[in-house]
T-cell receptor, first 109, second 114 residues
Framework: SQQGEEDPQALSIQEGENATMNCSYK?????LQWYRQNSGRGLVHLIL?????REKHSGRLRVTLDTSKKSSSLLITASRAADTASYFC?????????FGEGTQLTVNP | DVKVTQSSRYLVKRTGEKVFLECVQD?????MFWYRQDPGLGLRLIYF???????EKGDIPEGYSVSREKKERFSLILESASTNQTSMYLC?????????????FGPGTRLTVL
């Protein structure tokens, strides 16, 4: 089974609204990463949060990590149509990253 | 900026053909990875490599092999392509161990096996 599982599978919002995506995982991690994928393209790294960090910001992105609940959330504030993409969390499981199935975010203009 | 390139964006092959997917990175990264991505299954690791001539099996290596003769190039080989290998193939690289560092992805190759 996937180490990281995103929730919801799909999210549709209006431009300007905030988008929140969640990721749950099963085993202890060293870090958790979020990636973005535009349709038919490769993944692009967004942000990495280490297990000893609780929150991290990058521009309009805010990531939280709760290791006691084995969960993370990605918040995109003031969304834009260009944020439409799939978002994946990835957790390290020793020697490799394990990716979830992703959340498809649609931002309507 | 790191650049990871893949030899083809789209590829159509016939069942039984030998298929080579090439990946090149230009940032002297130690680690390279091959994933396949399918709807509902996410990204699954096929093979990865820590160094030249080194390779490690990922989660779904059956039906695939890899070659890393030079540090910058990592090839995925389908010895005898089958229809269930129709998929999006993504190559990635990362700086060094731990290989759980940030990964940089190529644009992907969409392979169709008829």
């Amino acid at each position: 089974s996937q180490q990281g599982e995103e929730d919801p599978q799909a999210l549709s919002i209006q431009e300007g609204e905030n988008a929140t995506m969640n990721c749950s995982y099963k085993t202890s991690i060293n870090n958790l990463q979020w990636y973005r994928q535009n349709s038919g393209r490769g993944l692009v790294h967004l942000i990495l949060i280490r297990s000893n960090e609780r929150e991290k910001h990058s521009g309009r992105l805010r990531v939280t990590l709760d290791t006691s609940k084995k969960s993370s959330s990605l918040l995109i504030t003031a969304s834009r149509a260009a944020d439409t993409a799939s978002y994946f969390c990835a957790t390290d499981s020793g020697s490799r990253l394990t990716f979830g199935e992703g959340t498809q975010l649609t931002v309507n203009p | 900026d790191v650049k990871v390139t893949q030899s083809s964006r789209y590829l159509v092959k016939r069942t039984g053909e030998k298929v080579f997917l090439e990946c090149v990175q230009d940032m002297d990264h130690e680690n390279m990875f091959w994933y396949r991505q399918d709807p509902g299954l996410g990204l699954r690791l096929i093979y990865f490599s820590y160094d030249v001539k080194m390779k490690e099996k990922g989660d779904i290596p059956e039906g695939y092999s890899v070659s890393r003769e030079k540090k910058e190039r990592f090839s995925l080989i389908l010895e005898s392509a089958s229809t269930n290998q129709t998929s999006m193939y993504l190559c990635a690289s990362s700086v060094s161990i731990p290989s759980t560092d940030t990964q940089y992805f190529g644009p992907g190759t969409r392979l169709t096996v008829l």
